[in-house]
């Protein structure tokens, strides 16, 4: 496949990424315009970005690095919802208050693979 065929394929796939993004994003943000969505977009993609590093490390049997991004993913979703109001009372939503480690209980990836056996 030629470079300039990558390139196209790339810049469709792109397109369709950020016109989906941008669907949710604009229901779930209610300053659809200016710096808190920019700032919104950003905090979410650096959440999902951290549970993707843990997933990586939990795999590679690290739970020490894994549990370290999932906190930060846990706090940057945090201050998503606190900066797009989700804590107010009619919305039943609240923020995180615990770290992810006192919600899910690591294991290591041993003993995962002997529970699926």
């Given at each position: 496949?030629?470079?300039?065929?990558?390139?196209?394929?790339?810049?469709?796939?792109n397109e369709?990424?950020?016109?989906?993004?941008?669907?949710?994003?604009?229901?779930?943000?209610?300053?659809?315009?200016?710096?808190?969505?920019?700032?919104?977009?950003?905090?979410?993609?650096?959440?999902?970005?951290?549970?993707?590093?843990?997933?990586?490390?939990?795999?590679?049997?690290?739970?020490?690095?894994?549990?370290?991004?999932?906190?930060?993913?846990?706090?940057?979703?945090?201050?998503?919802?606190?900066?797009?109001?989700?804590?107010?009372?009619?919305?039943?939503?609240?923020?995180?208050?615990?770290?992810?480690?006192?919600?899910?209980?690591?294991?290591?990836?041993?003993?995962?693979?002997?529970?699926?056996v």
């Amino acid at each position: 496949m030629s470079q300039s065929k990558k390139c196209s394929i790339y810049f469709e796939i792109n397109e369709k990424v950020r016109k989906a993004r941008s669907k949710w994003m604009y229901r779930l943000i209610k300053e659809s315009e200016g710096q808190i969505y920019c700032l919104s977009k950003h905090l979410m993609q650096m959440s999902q970005s951290a549970k993707e590093l843990g997933n990586r490390f939990v795999e590679k049997d690290d739970p020490k690095l894994a549990e370290e991004c999932f906190n930060e993913s846990v706090e940057w979703e945090a201050i998503f919802f606190i900066l797009n109001d989700f804590d107010k009372e009619e919305q039943k939503l609240s923020t995180p208050k615990k770290k992810f480690s006192d919600m899910f209980k690591l294991t290591n990836k041993k003993e995962a693979q002997e529970k699926d056996v």
